[in-house]
């Protein structure tokens, strides 16, 4: 009796402590909100992606949120609004009664602030997020948007659905599963010693992740950044004490390995990060981007050194020449753009692509490009002559990938299927599809 008492006790309690904006709030903010009211999309000239933009009026000017006072704050007045034209969340169901009572008595009683930064993100003021799980055994492929081969080849890395797969290269057969990820990964990167695998994800709309796997140990994971979109590339330097990574709030991040702290952030762009690539000694970041500029800066400081402006497309991929000298960039244009790392000067660009070009690598004296009509092409990067096209796969090849110790190629295409290649001869050598579980994950070596 004694014992339930206490746990009664402690339950009441727990029911009355005060409403917390980080923990109550925030999340439905996010959730329902932050789509329309956010850095891709602000209607009304309003935005709540963060404590301090929620507390910063719209286009109306009326006070969004005046702590005290419900009945005065313009955010509590739309989520209990009668008229379906006014109500928010606007062409969705209207908030459940315990949602509203939620936000009613959080402005009630002073409409604080919980978190250290109120300029945060709200993914980042939520702080921990449980992703769902991904099923056992897919229904269907999803597309592979992101590869990387670990240095020593003998795993191959691709994106899931909320979760990374693990593969064998050689035979197509399922290793691990790592899980806890945010809906769709955009960008994968192993650090030269194979220790970290870090994870460029998101949840559209929602949340973007930084996150990065102990691949040497228990494989478990930390989180190095959220966003309120998705983070969409990212790269280790030369040596690996770096992670580079950009994504949906149009910045470049840079950390420091060992700690996992911050040391950059460059804010430079216009619209989303889409790639970033170290130079061959570290020295330097280049960026892609959807604002269709390619950027180079100081990787130690930040400062911008030169910038490729001449592509009229979004950019979606970037990568030095092996002597640092060039860089390639291409995207939307149906074509591959080559430029001076000192100057920005251009060359000829490459031509005869037929369709979107998604990723970008070099290798040996080549450059590699996945686009969106199923082929992968290998350039000269000397001359950027053609040097061969290797089977085309069904669907838009989203992701490349390429294992220098084992002379092997990868790509992984919009329909879930994944090719790997001879990188001397073109040779396919194995095709499966990376879906665990999925009855028509058939592989094909040969």
């Known amino acids: 009796m004694l014992l339930f008492l206490c746990t009664a006790a402690r339950a009441a309690a727990a029911d009355e402590r005060p409403v917390s904006f980080s923990r109550d709030v925030a999340p439905v903010l996010m959730k329902q909100c932050q789509t329309c009211h956010g850095q891709e999309k602000a209607k009304g000239k309003f935005r709540l992606d963060s404590f301090a933009r929620l507390m910063t009026p719209g286009k109306s000017k009326s006070p969004s949120i005046t702590p005290g006072d419900p009945e005065k704050s313009e955010l509590y007045k739309r989520i209990t609004s009668h008229d379906e034209d006014e109500r928010m969340p606007q062409k969705a169901d209207a908030l459940p009664p315990a949602t509203i009572e939620t936000i009613r008595s959080w402005i009630a009683l ?19 997020l449980e992703h769902p799980k991904p099923p056992d055994i897919y229904a269907r492929p999803v597309p592979i948007t992101a590869l990387a081969f670990s240095p020593d080849g003998a795993t191959l890395a691709a994106s899931g659905y909320h979760e990374i797969t693990l593969w064998d290269p050689s035979t197509g057969k399922l290793l691990a599963r790592l899980q806890d990820v945010a809906l769709r990964t955009q960008g994968l990167a192993w650090s030269p010693d194979g220790h970290w695998l870090a994870a460029a994800s998101g949840t559209p709309g929602s949340v973007g992740e930084l ?29 690996g004490a770096r992670l580079a990574a950009g994504g949906a709030d149009n910045a470049v991040h840079i950390y420091d390995v060992a700690s996992g702290k911050q040391e950059l952030r460059i804010e430079q762009n216009a619209d989303w990060v889409t790639d970033v690539a170290f130079s061959p000694d570290g020295g330097k970041i280049a960026c892609a981007s959807r604002d269709k500029s390619c950027r180079i800066f100081d990787a130690k400081t930040g400062a911008p050194e030169t910038a490729f402006l001449d592509s009229e497309e979004a950019v979606y991929a970037i990568a030095w020449s092996d002597d640092g000298k060039r860089l390639f960039s291409a995207g939307r244009e149906l074509n591959i753009r080559n430029w001076n790392a000192s100057d920005a000067k251009p060359a000829a660009p490459i031509t005869g692509i037929e369709g979107d070009v998604f990723r970008l690598e070099v290798e040996g004296g080549l450059l590699f490009a996945s686009c969106g009509d199923g082929v992968v092409r290998a350039y000269s990067t000397k001359d950027r002559s053609p040097i061969r096209s290797y089977s085309r796969l069904p669907d838009w090849t989203y992701s490349l990938a390429v ?24 040779k396919e050598l194995l095709t499966f599809v990376a879906a665990p579980g999925n009855i028509g994950a058939k592989n094909s070596s040969r």
């Open 110 to 128: 002073g409409a604080k602030f919980d978190g250290e930064d109120t300029t945060a993100s709200l993914s980042a003021v939520i702080g921990d």
């Open 211 to 239: 996150r990065v796997f102990d691949m040497s140990g228990d494989r478990s994971s930390k989180v190095l950044e959220r966003i309120s979109d998705m983070v969409c590339a990212v790269r280790f330097s030369p040596d």
């Open 403 to 426: 294992d220098s110790k084992n002379d092997r190629l990868a790509a992984g295409c919009f329909s879930g299927q994944v090719r790997v290649w001879n990188l001397e001869d073109g």
